[in-house]
Nanobody
Framework: QVQLVESGGGLVQAGGSLRLSCAAP????????MGWYRQAPGKQRELVAA???????IYGDSIKGRFTISRNRAYDTTFLQMDNLKPEDTAVYYC?????????WGQGIQVAVSS
């Protein structure tokens, strides 16, 4: 079974920072894109940030410049730097990796921001 390794979640006060990481197993080759989605209670899953093969990032409208996505191609790892966190950022964050043959999703990591 393919398992994406996610880390970096937790509880933080408003205004604080967290850095999420997601590493693809070595068995996943030819990665086209990596990204992050989140889902808060009672809300639909939404795009947070993603980066395709061209290296250009895209961000969800709710981010407003506070988050930064990066990618380490050598280790097939994506990072999400989250700064100036707000209570509305509280959600389960899911890593997504796109290969030429299928999509892979992480099981989700909890991010909680207190006011």
């Amino acid at each position: 079974q393919v398992q994406l390794v996610e880390s970096g979640g937790g509880l933080v006060q408003a205004g604080g920072s967290l850095r999420l990481s997601c590493a693809a197993p070595r068995s996943i080759t030819g990665i086209k894109a990596m990204g992050w989605y989140r889902q808060a209670p009672g809300k639909q899953r939404e795009l947070v940030a993603a980066m395709a093969s061209n290296g250009n990032p895209i961000y969800g409208d709710s981010i407003k410049g506070r988050f930064t996505i990066s990618r380490n191609r050598a280790y097939d790892t994506t990072f999400l730097q989250m700064d100036n966190l707000k209570p509305e950022d509280t959600a389960v964050y899911y890593c997504k990796i796109v290969s030429p043959w299928r999509e892979f999703w992480g099981q989700g990591i909890q991010v909680a921001v207190s006011s």
